[in-house]
Structures are given as C-alpha cells and as structure tokens.
C-alpha cells in the first residue's frame, strides 16, 4: 500500500474513531500541512463545539498570521486600528493590508476618520482549537524510514509545537510490531492500523508536551558525534503558530484530495469499503497516488461530453458530482458555516 493509500485510511480512521482528551471536544482531521520547518501527514483538532461553531460563522477559508493578529485583539468599538493592536514587530502597512482583506470578507468593519482607518469587529474570534495532535504515516517501516523519522520526532518533541506527536504503521503478524524496535523518542506514540478494515491500535501510549512552555527548534544535527544546533521558541511564537496551522486545517481538511487529482478522469472513482470511501483508478485497479492522477497519466481518458451533460445527481458528470460529495463531507465537520460552500 502507497503512503497516500495508507494516510487516507489513517484519516478516515482519526475523523470517525479518535478519542479525544476531553470528551465534549469536536474531531476536525486534515492531511500535509505544517510549517517550514516541519510537514506532518496528518493533524488531528480536538475543538471546542461551540467555539468551532463560531469559528464557523467567519467562513471556510483560513487566516493567515497576520490577519489573526487584527482579528483576535479588534475591538468592539470604532478605535484608530493603532490605539486597538497591539504593536506586530513588523511594518503598519502589513496591518493595514491584513485590515483591508478582512474588511472584504466581512471579517471587520473599517471606516475612515479623516486619514485614519478607525476598526470594529463584526463578531469575536473565538477560542475554537483546544489541542494539535500530528501523526506521522510510514506503513512500511524500513530501517532508513526509521532512521530518518527518529529524528523527525525529536525535532517535534524538543519544539513541543503539538500536544501529542505520534507515529502510525500498518499492523503485522509478527509476535512484537517492528516498530517497537525502532529507537523513537519515548514521548511518541505509537498506532498499528490495519487497512483492510480501517481500525487501530494503541501499542505506545505517548506523553503529552508541553505546548505552552518555551520550545527547542533543533536546527541542524550533524552526522558524527557533535552537538546539535538549536535556538528557543518562545511560548507566544508556538501559540501564533499553532492557530496559524489550525487555520490552515479548518480550511483544507483530509478530503481535498480531489483538488489535486483528476475525478473528470472516466476511470476515477469513489469506492466504499470495510474501511470507508476512498479514491480508486480502475485502470491501476488500486488507490492511485496524487502524482499518478493527472493529465500526464498514460491511462488518462476525459470524461465523454456526454456524460457532462446529465442530470442530477451527476450535473456536470461524475468528476463534479465527487468533488461536490467530498466538499459536502468535508463541510460537515465544520459547522455555522451559514450556507456557503466548501
């Protein structure tokens, strides 16, 4: 099985089956996201219902850092945008850019006074992400994969930019998993998943970090014996960063696969199975990976005009219906959205 396949199954897995810290939390799951520094495979929100509700209300897209910056601290009456934000470290024109862009999302009510730009919020920010859990997915874990995600994880573990970091592989039938042999930090957690049926086991509980605390961003660590390169992250950077990559999650999602495939292809389609739906190639005869599907293919056949040209549930063909089917899903986890599309 491909790491596409195999992520696919840890996502379908993570939305449905996860089981949250506390048990009134919301389960938003989406794939390949992160920061310059570090991508994981998979990111798990444990939410706060009401608040992702409210979360909802300001639309799907996400919020860069800059517009959280404006968003999080406008007031609740007309104030000169300088007298209401606090200073960003960086040059006011960018606040005003941010100002601007939200104004035209109706994220922020702005109005001039004379030369000044005097804002408003038009709804509170809420506190909607209450934990970041990130999931690294090798379903074949060779001895070089090993090598190169122990330290994947203790880059992770040192920053303490998640509240969980854990690895994910596909179970065997061995007596002990191979990955317990594997030399990962001992505050990683370890999941088998098996992908014939969509389940998974807890064989390495993992210990929480410290997210609110001071982070240790290791930048280089050499090959032979000398000491690793770091510099400190501060609580408030992590806590910018965080909301910044939940933004980014709420938005993208585990589904949005199809925005980077080819469903207008006449041999894609959506299969259900033991473990749920996923993408499947009838030329291939198996879950294709995002390089593959594409108009490059050499099994690539468009879709006949007429089949576009159907009605509902196919307006527009099968490629439209499943892109419409997976946003309506997707749009599911993420309610208050007041009517707009994914």
Partial sequence: MTEFAFE???????????????????????????????????????????????RGAFGVAAFDSDQLHVLRHAPASWTFYRDALPDPGYPWRYVRESIHELADRDALDTRKRGRRIEIRRTR??????RRVVAIENKPDLTASAARDLAGQ?????????????WVATEATDERIEPILLADFPSEAGVLTVDPETGTAETIWEPRSLAPDAPGT??????????AARFEYADPEWKADKRLAIAERA????????????????????????????????????????QHECRGG?????????????????????????TKRLLARRRRERRPGLDGEGD
């Fill in 217 to 226: 961003r290791i930048t280089e660590r050499p090959d032979d014996a000398s």
């Fill in 153 to 165: 994880l203790e880059r992770d573990v040192a920053l303490g930019l998640a509240d969980e970091a």
């Fill in 297 to 321: 293919c050499g099994s690539f056949e468009p879709e006949p005009p007429a089949w576009r040209t159907k009605g509902w549930p196919l307006s527009g063909g099968p490629g439209a219906a």
């Fill in 124 to 129: 509170e920010y809420p506190d909607w992400c």
């Fill in 8 to 54: 696919l199954r840890v996502c379908q897995w993570a939305e449905t089956a996860w089981s949250p810290a506390r048990e009134d939390s919301a389960v938003v799951v989406a794939r390949q996201l992160g920061t310059k520094y570090r991508r994981w495979d998979t990111l798990v929100l444990e939410c706060d219902p009401d608040g992702l509700t409210q």
């Fill in 250 to 289: 709420y938005e993208r999602g585990w589904r949005s696969y199809a925005d980077t495939m080819r469903p207008d292809c006449r041999h894609f389609e959506l299969r259900a199975d033991e473990a749920g739906v996923r993408p499947y190639c009838v030329a291939k005869e198996r879950t294709p990976t």
